[in-house]
């Protein structure tokens, strides 16, 4: 949806193709169905323009195209792979509808050969070699700024064999301004897993660093600022927190670890990406019940927590493995019982989630109604600036346990609050 409505904007006629008529009717409407900053505007406007439409039908598409886009979700499959049987059926749907060249662009999440098996798919349903290329056009978007990142990117990267439809594809985004890198289909392919790899291991290792700094003097938040600075290093994607979640980090590990045990060529450091990672909510859990907890067998049977934050990350309404799901199964476990907010992901992640045991609350200080203890599971902007008294006053015990790190010890202790945040030994309150 964002690549079809900014290619609108840049005044290309774009038609976007769904099986699910009930989507394509309301998309058509003007009904923007995710949480986006910035995409329901930039669909009205070029749906109004008359430059963006949405359909269910493939040939019509198909035949009045010249670039065709594959968008479709790449889930893991049973064997730990990834489950291209959608991919399959769009290049499938495509072939049949072919009416003269075309050029098909994956910009689905695939491993390494896709761009093969999708060209054995087209050929295999009656299409001429010479009448397609395939090309590789990975995205870099990330949920909740899906827009700006589309916009201004940090790079285009587009594989082909076919040098001229690589070339056609670079002038789709020439207005950008990105810097293009052209290459071959595969490592094309491998770019965007090697990416989503990289930036879960650097978040990783800021993790395991944090869990050093816990056992320390040090603060995790002055040992980022230092390492970031170094210009081979880079501050971005050193948060510590409680573990990466979402529909690509997780997902995009293993499907690379998968991808590497298959071809022979293993990379065990991507094993300890994921447990490290795994083992985040549970260390966070451990040190909630250290302080709030009895020797019971239930350690927090009895006690409230309000829990702000449900969405995976800030700015989406995406449940796709966010952390609160795993919180929050594992404070209930524990006989807690929760009180939930968050600004957005309500009714998605009551449906995850669901009622046994967690309240949902309007705002935060009514998830704070009765607690002993406040969890911040997500970096939300309105909880930046809460009224930390008015908090307080809701709660039995004053205490935050942040899990993103979104206060400083200074501002909360001094408001009353013991503090326990991610990398840092915990902080009493001000007398
Ligand atoms: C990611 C990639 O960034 C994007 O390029 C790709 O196209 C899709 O996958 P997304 O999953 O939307 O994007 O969000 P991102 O901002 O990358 O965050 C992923 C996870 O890492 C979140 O759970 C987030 O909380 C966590 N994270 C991110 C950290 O824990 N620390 C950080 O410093 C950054």
């Known amino acids: 949806m964002v690549t079809g409505a900014i290619f609108a904007d840049l005044g290309n006629d774009v038609i976007g193709v769904d099986i699910d008529r009930s989507r394509v009717d309301s998309l058509n409407a003007g009904d923007c169905p995710i949480h986006e900053p910035r995409l329901p505007e930039l669909l009205k406007r070029n749906l109004k323009e008359g430059r963006?439409?949405?359909?269910?039908?493939?040939?019509?598409?198909?035949?009045?195209?010249?670039?065709?886009?594959?968008?479709?979700?790449?889930?893991?499959?049973?064997?730990?792979?990834?489950?291209?049987?959608?991919?399959?059926?769009?290049?499938?749907?495509?072939?049949?509808?072919?009416?003269?060249?075309?050029?098909?662009?994956?910009?689905?999440?695939?491993?390494?050969?896709?761009?093969?098996?999708?060209?054995?798919?087209?050929?295999?349903?009656?299409?001429?070699?010479?009448?397609?290329?395939?090309?590789?056009?990975?995205?870099?978007?990330?949920?909740?700024?899906?827009?700006?990142?589309?916009?201004?990117?940090?790079?285009?990267?587009?594989?082909?064999?076919?040098?001229?439809?690589?070339?056609?594809?670079?002038?789709?985004?020439?207005?950008?301004?990105?810097?293009?890198?052209?290459?071959?289909?595969?490592?094309?392919?491998?770019?965007?897993?090697?990416?989503?790899?990289?930036?879960?291991?650097?978040?990783?290792?800021?993790?395991?660093?944090?869990?050093?700094?816990?056992?320390?003097?040090?603060?995790?938040?002055?040992?980022?600022?230092?390492?970031?600075?170094?210009?081979?290093?880079?501050?971005?994607?050193?948060?510590?927190?409680?573990?990466?979640?979402?529909?690509?980090?997780?997902?995009d590990v293993d499907a690379l670890l998968h991808a590497s045990r298959r071809l022979g060529a293993e990379m065990p450091i991507l094993e300890a990406v994921r447990a490290e990672n795994d083992s985040r909510v549970p260390r966070f859990i451990q040190r909630i019940i250290g302080r709030l907890g009895t020797k019971n067998r239930l350690p927090l049977e009895g006690t409230t927590i309000g829990v702000l934050g449900l969405s995976f990350k800030p700015d989406t309404d995406d449940m796709r493995e966010a952390k609160s799901i795993e919180i929050c199964h594992a404070l209930r476990e524990t006989g807690a019982r929760l009180r939930a907010y968050d600004p957005i992901a309500t009714t998605n992640a009551r449906r995850i989630i669901g009622d046994d045991g967690i309240e949902y609350c309007q705002n935060p200080y009514e998830a704070a109604k009765g607690a002993s203890g406040i969890v911040i599971v997500t970096e939300w902007r309105e909880f930046i600036q809460l009224n930390l008294n008015r908090l307080k006053s809701e709660m039995v015990e004053p205490i935050i346990f942040d899990g993103r790190n979104v206060y400083s010890s200074e501002q909360v202790t001094d408001a009353g609050f013991e503090y326990f945040s991610i990398g840092k030994i915990p902080s009493k309150p001000k007398p």
């Open 52 to 251: 963006l439409t949405f359909a269910t039908s493939i040939p019509e598409a198909v035949s009045t195209s010249e670039i065709i886009f594959i968008c479709v979700g790449t889930p893991p499959a049973e064997d730990g792979g990834t489950d291209l049987s959608q991919v399959e059926t769009a290049a499938t749907g495509i072939a049949h509808a072919v009416n003269g060249y075309k050029i098909i662009v994956n910009k689905s999440t695939v491993p390494v050969g896709t761009g093969d098996f999708v060209r054995d798919v087209i050929e295999k349903n009656g299409v001429a070699a010479k009448d397609f290329d395939v090309v590789c056009n990975p995205e870099f978007l990330r949920e909740g700024q899906a827009v700006r990142d589309t916009l201004q990117p940090d790079r285009i990267v587009i594989g082909s064999s076919s040098e001229t439809a690589a070339k056609t594809v670079e002038l789709l985004y020439q207005a950008l301004g990105a810097p293009c890198i052209i290459t071959d289909t595969q490592s094309a392919e491998l770019i965007k897993y090697a990416s989503n790899a990289f930036l879960a291991t650097k978040i990783t290792f800021i993790n395991a660093v944090a869990n050093l700094c816990e056992q320390t003097q040090a603060d995790i938040r002055e040992v980022v600022k230092g390492v970031g600075a170094d210009s081979r290093i880079g501050p971005a994607f050193l948060g510590a927190g409680l573990g990466y979640g979402g529909s690509c980090f997780p997902k």
